[in-house]
């Protein structure tokens, strides 16, 4: 089953400072100016805030299901998925991790301490 916008925004909505926009036909999910979820436009893929010195590592793990962003955007802490190789909890995982590299850390402390 393939996660979905609405799946996604479930969750993000909850994340405090999170905002929702779409730009250039792709919905993004923000905190200030910084993008920390993306879709694409047909919404197979998703792009999310990740270290880039671990990239290499999460993509070899499992090249099925992650990428390396293009090359104009491997300057960017990025990696993409396929919405449809993703499982609910691993996506809650990857989305609340890519939240957290964007908020201050008394924000994600304060939230993540009610998971």
Known sequence: ?????????????????????????????RVGS???????????????????????ALVASEPGKFHLPRESEMRFNWVECRTAALDEPEMRELVIDAWRMVVPKKVAAARLGDL
């Open 1 to 29: 089953m393939m996660i979905t916008v609405e799946q996604v925004r479930a969750l993000a909505m909850t994340l405090p400072r999170t905002t929702e926009h779409l730009i250039r036909d792709r919905v993004k999910f």
């Open 34 to 56: 910084i993008v920390y979820v993306a879709f694409s436009r047909d919404e197979t893929g998703m792009g999310f805030a990740f270290p880039k010195e671990e990239r290499a």
